[in-house]
């Protein structure tokens, strides 16, 4: 049974009524983040009941030893894990010494908890009644600043409302914590300094074997019915707790506050002996702003965002408040601003998988931060890549491979290979091809090319000398094979000739060569230092295409379609639709074993090629292989459903396509895979962008121009949405019947809409 809590609304997330059992659900669906760190949607003050309780900083980790119960050669030596940080954010709450647990409480009542999206903030407000009989209300709100992105701030009010009562507040540092999972149980942190000076309190702290240095924060003013007013705190200390005690009075019917301002400086943004420092001077700043007008900053910072990445959908609210969902979490978790940082595929709403960045971030992401900011944070993250050449060549090394070769890794923080499931480390090799493919759709889409003769070109090389090396000549075939790998589908392990993988490897051999002859032609400088540096010849450039031009794919004459892999058909294929849903999700039901032999697909694979390269096969070609594979496909990948809706609408099969957009957009909000609770997924939040975008828009780029194919599922009355292209902002409104074309520029733009060119001019409203 899927969640169906959530209330819809367009712009907020809005959970009522306390139920213990979604607690850890509402802390991963009601996370926040600045890009800088993030925090799952604990409550404040003390719970007792079952939590996951996790605080993050934004490219800070522990390289965890792998765990394994036979050691094979080559394996990464540690898996990255996200580390729950010190946290700041609790605030103990006693009422006339009783404390305020939620878990303990007598009674709650009118418990309401909001995310909202229009303006980047969390709040709760409940009215409990508590063992000793106080019934207070409760309202709190919390945000982490995107102008000041060191900083979060909570109010915390209290209501007295059957007595006069002491209400003591408790804010606490703690770097006490622990990771949820870990394999040898390791202590990640290293508390160095507890330290008071007046109402501040600093915990500096490093991470063991990565040594990441760190400074947790806070201070806190009272408030008596909205009046600052003077409290002495007393301070306990431990090695790796601070606490601030400071008691008011309130007399029944007044309300008494704390406003807490807390956060992290790091050293990869400020001398590790200044860490202090830097803290207070961020403190000074929050604290002399004041609560509300920080809350205002952080309102404008967020319509500026909205302003240029919001869809809007008109006539259905579920839908609506899908999409704003996934665009919110996705600006939470990465703003373009730091090039150091990716998109790690949980943000900062959970731990598990580890690592900064995953292939999704190439095959889902870029997309979306092309349009909707500017294509310097695209190319940001491609030249995250490019720093990270050499540890691609070194992780390739570690396998056997030579000559630079370049294999860049399945799970990484600082390029290095981090994923410890064999299946994945060594076999989902198709993630350099999402690489590769990243450049080719930056150019497509920006028609910057310098990209590419000043650091790209050295990546494609790398990639293409690893697909030559990795490809097996079959005498039996007398074609080249590759053996041994993964495809997008997980679900098939060791196998050989994965179609997509196979494809991409081709791909990518005859784009590197394409890109080394027009970097020769346009760039002859560029091409002279590259081709010396990376030792390459024209001859061997010939070898890789030697593989290219004979590689093998596996075909069906049978069924007319391209074979996932060589063995698909040996498989008993029973259909999904056949398959009794109390076995669903397979993946939480099924031995590893039984997957392995059914038919069933975790996501898009022979697919994902198709979307890829819709370009190169007919519309009837991927109406054949929609029909034959998406019938075995469970969608128990959060990056499937999107895809699949893409091409559905691209079918003009829209009952299909709006299906699956739901799922890709509320596979959260509604728990499709029954592990919200774990946190949530957010690199295919940007593939429910596509869906809208690609999907329903119908936008492509082909020969330099925006096209478009305009749909919309009957259920909604129209939608809209903005792509910034090649420095010109367009918005497209799709109705029902029509499509109407803004552009904020300065010249026309030639687009194509069903085929017809059509221009649109600056500040003109344009209908087809």
């Known amino acids: 049974m899927n969640l169906d809590y959530i209330i819809p609304n367009d712009w907020s997330i809005i959970e009522e009524g306390f139920q213990p059992n979604k607690v850890k659900a509402s802390e991963s669906i009601f996370s926040l983040g600045n890009g800088a760190m993030g925090q799952r949607a604990n409550f404040e003050e003390r719970y007792s009941g079952p939590t996951f309780q996790g605080s993050y900083i934004a490219g800070v980790y522990y390289p965890d030893k792998t765990k394994v119960g036979w050691w094979k050669n080559g394996y990464p030596e540690y898996f990255a894990k996200v580390l729950n940080a010190p946290s700041w954010i609790g605030i103990n709450i006693m009422i006339n010494d009783e404390t305020l647990d939620l878990h303990t409480c007598k009674k709650v009542e009118n418990f309401r908890r909001e995310l909202n999206m229009k303006e980047g903030w969390l709040s709760r407000s409940f009215t409990a009644t508590l063992p000793n009989n106080i019934e207070v209300e409760v309202r709190v709100k919390r945000f982490l600043s995107l102008t000041e992105d060191e900083v979060g701030a909570i109010n915390y009010e209290v209501k007295p409302l059957n007595s006069d009562v002491k209400v003591t507040f408790q804010p606490y540092l703690d770097s006490g914590i622990t990771n949820e999972d870990t394999n040898w149980d390791d202590q990640f942190w290293d508390s160095l300094d507890v330290i008071q000076d007046g109402e501040k309190a600093f915990i500096k702290a490093k991470t063991m074997k990565t040594e990441f240095h760190t400074c947790t924060f806070m201070e806190s003013r009272i408030f008596l019915n909205g009046t600052s007013v003077e409290a002495n705190a007393t301070v306990d200390k431990t090695s790796n707790k601070i606490a601030f005690t400071y008691t008011q009075d309130a007399k029944q019917g007044e309300t008494v506050a704390i406003h807490k301002f807390g956060g992290y400086t790091v050293d990869r943004n400020h001398d590790k002996d200044q860490l202090i420092n830097a803290a207070s001077s961020v403190l000074d700043t929050a604290v002399n702003a004041g609560f509300s007008n920080l809350l205002e900053s952080q309102k404008d910072a967020w319509a500026k965002i909205w302003d240029m990445a919001d869809i809007t959908i008109d006539g ?344 699956f957009y739901l799922r890709t957009s509320r596979l959260d909000l509604d728990d499709y895979n029954h592990e919200v609770h774990e946190g949530l997924h957010i690199t295919s939040m940007a593939g429910t962008w596509m869906s809208i975008v690609e999907g329903f828009g119908g936008m492509r780029v082909k020969d330099n121009m925006l096209t478009f194919e305009p749909r919309i599922p009957e259920q909604w009355e129209g939608y809209s949405f903005k792509v910034n292209f090649r420095n010109q902002i367009l918005k497209v409104i799709v109705n029902q019947g029509k499509t109407h074309f803004e552009l904020d520029g300065d010249q026309d733009l030639q687009i194509l809409v069903n085929g017809e060119n059509v221009t649109i001019s600056p500040n003109n409203l344009v209908t087809v």
């Open 316 to 659: 259905d609210l579920k839908a609506q408040q899908g999409i704003r969902f996934n665009i919110f979490h996705l600006n939470q978790t990465y703003l373009g601003t730091d090039p150091q940082l990716n998109i790690g595929p949980k943000g900062f709403t959970g731990e598990k998988y580890g690592g900064s960045t995953y292939w999704d971030t190439e095959a889902y992401c870029i997309p979306f931060y092309m349009a909707t900011k500017d294509q310097s944070v695209a190319r940001m993250l491609l030249t995250y890549r490019y720093k990270h050449l050499e540890k691609a060549i070194e992780n390739a090394e570690k396998l056997g491979f030579k000559n630079g070769a370049a294999l860049y890794p399945m799970v990484t923080m600082n390029g290095e290979e981090c994923h410890n499931e064999w299946e994945i480390t060594f076999e989902e090799i198709h993630r350099n091809g999402a690489i590769a493919f990243a450049i080719y759709n930056y150019f497509r889409y920006t028609g910057d090319f310098s990209y590419v003769p000043e650091m790209g070109l050295e990546v494609l090389i790398g990639i293409a000398r690893f697909w030559h090396q990795r490809a097996t000549f079959s005498t039996y075939r007398n074609k080249y094979v590759i053996l041994g790998v993964t495809g997008p589908n997980e679900y098939e392990n060791n196998i050989n000739n994965n179609w997509y993988t196979n494809y991409i490897a081709q791909w990518c051999i005859k784009y590197a060569a394409e890109c080394i002859d027009k970097v020769e032609a346009d760039y002859n400088t560029d091409y002279t230092r590259i081709m010396n540096k990376a030792k390459l010849s024209k001859a061997e450039v010939k070898e890789w295409l030697e593989v290219a031009n004979n590689m093998y794919f596996p075909y069906s004459e049978e069924h007319n379609v391209y074979l996932q892999q060589d063995g698909f058909l040996d498989k008993e294929l029973i259909t999904v639709a056949d398959l009794d849903k109390s076995q669903r999700p397979i993946n939480q039901k099924w031995s590893w074993d039984r997957i392995l032999r059914s038919p069933y697909i975790k996501q898009a694979d022979t697919l994902q090629g198709f979307y890829f390269f819709e370009d190169h096969f007919t519309t009837e070609e991927l109406e054949r292989h929609f029909d034959f594979y998406e019938p075995f496909t469970v969608h128990e990948s959060s990056l499937s459903p999107c895809v699949h809706s893409i091409q559905a609408a691209k079918l003009d099969r829209m009952d299909q396509a709006y299906t």
